[in-house]
């Protein structure tokens, strides 16, 4: 089974369980560069978007110091890919692949903000975990061997070892916080 097959299933398979929604997605290996930057910047948003929403309604610690992470890592991250854009004179092509993960982040942000106490915190960390898994998946199996731009490979390449640390730390929040 090829890597790009494998990317496309643990979406899919996250897309399914509900953690990024249940509309079909664009197979992340066809898309361009642009398209790539786009995707990239809009899965960052959804994770500080979920750390904002754990914020709001977390007040065990663990949770709390994970979500200020996500907000801090991701907005670091996004901030050099504007950077980077703005380097190059392009600007990120919406497509598909990233509509989708905008429709089931808001489908999940839905079912996320109904939820309280230690119900939230697992449901954070669990969704978190699937999260990271889905998006190192794409990013290592999809984005980075298939982006064209060095410079955005770069870029990629060393967010995801930022977000493979998240991934471990989220799951080691869900091991902590208990199912």
Same mark, same amino acid.
């Given at each position: 089974?090829?890597?790009?097959?494998?990317a496309?299933?643990?979406?899919?398979? %996250?897309?399914?369980?509900g953690?990024?929604?249940?509309? %079909?997605? $664009?197979d992340?290996? !066809?898309?361009? &560069?642009?398209?790539i930057a =786009?995707?990239?910047y809009?899965a960052?948003?959804?994770d500080?978007?979920n750390a =904002?929403?754990a914020?709001a309604?977390?007040?065990?610690?663990? @949770?709390r110091?994970f979500a200020?992470?996500?907000i801090?890592?991701?907005?670091?991250?996004?901030?050099?890919?504007? &950077?980077?854009?703005?380097?190059l004179k392009?600007?990120?092509?919406?497509?598909? #692949?990233?509509? %989708?993960l905008m429709?089931?982040?808001?489908?999940?942000w839905a079912?996320m903000?109904?939820?309280s106490?230690k119900? #939230?915190? !697992?449901?954070y960390?669990? /969704?978190?975990?699937?999260?990271h898994?889905?998006?190192? %998946?794409v @990013?290592?199996?999809a984005?980075?061997?298939?982006?064209? /731009?060095?410079?955005?490979k770069?870029?990629l390449g060393?967010a995801l070892?930022? #977000?493979?640390? =998240?991934?471990k730390?989220?799951? $080691?929040?869900?091991?902590?916080?208990?199912s």
């Amino acid at each position: 089974m090829s890597r790009t097959l494998l990317a496309s299933l643990a979406l899919a398979a %996250t897309l399914a369980a509900g953690c990024a929604g249940t509309a %079909t997605a $664009q197979d992340p290996a !066809k898309l361009n &560069d642009l398209e790539i930057a =786009h995707a990239a910047y809009v899965a960052g948003n959804i994770d500080i978007r979920n750390a =904002h929403l754990a914020l709001a309604l977390s007040d065990d610690p663990r @949770v709390r110091e994970f979500a200020e992470l996500m907000i801090s890592d991701h907005e670091a991250v996004n901030q050099a890919a504007l &950077d980077l854009l703005k380097k190059l004179k392009a600007e990120p092509q919406d497509n598909a #692949f990233s509509q %989708t993960l905008m429709k089931g982040a808001k489908d999940n942000w839905a079912k996320m903000a109904k939820l309280s106490g230690k119900e #939230f915190d !697992k449901s954070y960390a669990a /969704n978190e975990l699937a999260y990271h898994q889905t998006v190192n %998946t794409v @990013v290592g199996d999809a984005f980075i061997p298939n982006v064209e /731009n060095g410079e955005l490979k770069t870029l990629l390449g060393s967010a995801l070892s930022t #977000f493979q640390a =998240h991934e471990k730390h989220a799951e $080691q929040m869900v091991a902590e916080i208990g199912s």
